[in-house]
């Protein structure tokens, strides 16, 4: 069965950094897009960014400059560097399957002084 396990996600000072792993399982990952989405306290789930199966990306124009998505095909794994961190980045973030329903269980993102 596809699953998806995202892990990396603490407490951060704003300004700083960190990186988000999701590890895929029960797909042939190299086929298929990836995203990460997150949802922030009381606030509606939002994509992130995305990468296909041949690298090409695309971030929401709220995280350009400072997030980078990448994916290791041959470790079925996909990241997000997360750079210059301000506080309303603070949210759930989920790796996604693109394109389907499949969803990890989530990791928390707090970044606050």
């Known amino acids: 069965q596809v699953q998806l396990v995202e892990s990396g996600g603490g407490l951060v000072q704003p300004g700083g950094s960190l990186r988000l792993s999701c590890a895929a399982s029960?797909?042939?990952?190299?086929?298929?897009?990836m995203g990460w989405y997150r949802q922030a306290p009381g606030k509606q789930r939002e994509l992130v960014a995305t990468?296909?199966?041949?690298?090409?990306?695309n971030y929401a124009d709220s995280v350009k400059g400072r997030f980078t998505i990448s994916r290791d095909n041959a470790k079925k794994m996909v990241y997000l560097q997360m750079n210059s961190l301000k506080p309303e980045d603070t949210a759930v973030y989920y790796c996604?399957?693109?394109?389907?329903?499949?969803w990890g269980k989530g990791t928390l993102v707090t970044v606050s002084s």
């Open positions: 996604k399957r693109v394109g389907s329903e499949y």
């Open positions: 029960g797909f042939i990952f190299s086929v298929y897009p």
């Open positions: 990468i296909t199966s041949t690298g090409s990306t």
